[in-house]
């Protein structure tokens, strides 16, 4: 065999070892739980007939945050955990640092809940430095606990500096360990040691190298703007996109999300590649009075305006039918009306449903007893509201299904 050849075929096994290894998709036991858990039925049963089917990778999967249920937010390790769970698009949320350099946080203010950075020399230059919970002489707590720590506070080298946690604080707390010793108990501490936190041009590079596609979100900023004088929200929108240029992404592989409109007509008329993905990401129907009627009257003008897919969180896309049956809410058909591609949030986000999910489940709580009625919603999501994808802290729960069903 020639030197050339043999190059060639060197190349061809790298790149076949390679794919193999991220094709190793391992969905641990989780899924398999809830299946068991859900209540009697046709779907039970098909979810059950897959249990031996080998995974891959799907699309329909999103890791939110990476996959924070049990590792800390915005992490590399969570990131790996998400793509190892088969999720095909990995999320960095996009805040900025005090040298405008982009960073992945779920909220520009959050180190205080989503790093140990309390617990450092940093913590003094935080917008507002830890106060301890004040209670009065019966015990009763009369003034919560406080910190308010923002990426734009520090610079990118002292972000980095820092090691993530599961996002949480104690509002009763009376010291900074007891603020920050505060996991839920349905989540957990076992994977926190390392909690690496990544640069939004870090999480390119690791994303690539994954095999996933990639969908950041332009966080909305918690500071005045322009920030310093003279960063602009435009600025900061078209350098989370030159970041994806600079490392020779494809636009088809990104998907922008932000919850501003503005910033979805900015990528639109200046970035018309990224923007045929961009995802508008509709708060407006549960912030605004009477934001679900205004919303749904508004799907004709967005899909004029080239919006190409909306993202409202899950209890949106779904009601309860009088039979209390989970059918596709009236701004579902109104979004697939449009031809408006349709993403939500999030799965297993909600700690355990036994007691009707919470949030992300108010729309529907009178059908959701336990942890197996999830898999009722996806089921109901997948097929009638016909969402492109479902962001999950969990990814595994959604992979599975999606597996089982061709998705």
Same mark, same amino acid.
């Given at each position: 065999m020639g030197k050339y050849a043999k190059i060639f075929f060197g190349l061809v096994l790298a790149f076949f070892s390679f794919a193999f290894a991220q094709e190793n998709i391992q969905l641990g036991v989780r899924p398999y739980y809830l299946v068991e858990d859900m209540d009697e039925g046709t779907l039970k049963k098909e979810l059950q007939a897959c249990v031996d089917k080998t995974p891959s990778r799907t699309?329909?999967?999103?890791g939110h945050r990476g996959a924070p249920l049990q590792f800390p937010e915005h992490t590399k390790e969570s990131y790996m955990a998400a793509a190892k769970m088969g999720a095909g698009i990995l999320e960095c949320d996009v805040a900025f640092t005090k040298d405008k350099e982009l960073v992945c946080r779920h909220s520009q203010c959050d180190l205080h809940t989503t790093t140990n950075i309390l617990a450092t020399p940093l913590a003094k230059q935080c917008t507002k430095e830890f106060t301890p919970a004040v209670f009065d002489k019966d015990g009763k707590l009369i003034k919560e606990a406080s910190a308010l720590c923002c990426t734009s506070d520090i610079t990118l080298e002292q972000f980095k500096s820092l090691k993530g946690k599961m996002d949480s604080e104690d509002k009763s707390a009376k010291t900074v360990e007891e603020y920050m010793n505060s996991t839920p108990s349905w989540r957990t501490d076992l994977y926190t040691q390392n909690g690496t936190l990544m640069t939004h041009k870090e999480s390119i590079e690791l994303f690539k190298k994954l095999g996933v596609k990639m969908t950041p979100e332009l966080k909305t900023p918690s500071v005045k703007m322009p920030f310093d004088g003279n960063y602009t929200q435009q600025i900061y929108a078209q350098q989370m996109i030159n970041e994806y240029k600079e490392a020779g992404v494809k636009a088809s592989d990104v998907f922008a999300q932000s919850f501003d409109i503005e910033d979805i007509k900015y990528w639109i008329k200046n970035e018309p590649e990224f923007a045929k993905q961009a995802v508008y990401l509709d708060d407006d129907v549960y912030e605004e009075k009477d934001g679900m009627q205004k919303q749904i009257a508004s799907m004709k003008e967005f899909s004029k305006m080239?919006? &190409? +897919?909306?993202?409202?969180?899950?209890?949106?896309?779904?009601?309860?039918?009088?039979?209390?049956?989970?059918?596709?809410?009236?701004?579902?058909?109104?979004?697939? &009306? +449009?031809g408006i591609g349709i993403i939500t949030w999030s799965m297993e986000r909600s700690g355990p449903l036994k007691n009707g999910g919470g949030w992300y489940y108010s729309s529907i709580k009178d059908a959701i007893n336990n942890d197996g009625d999830m898999y009722e919603l996806i089921d109901v999501l997948a097929q009638k509201v016909k969402v492109k994808a479902i962001f999950s802290d969990w990814p595994a729960t959604i992979t599975y299904y999606a597996n089982c069903k061709g998705l």
């Open positions: 699309l329909f999967s999103i080239g919006i &190409k +897919y909306i993202a409202p969180p899950l209890q949106i896309l779904v009601t309860l039918d009088e039979n209390k049956k989970i059918v596709p809410s009236k701004y579902a058909l109104e979004a697939q &009306k +449009y």
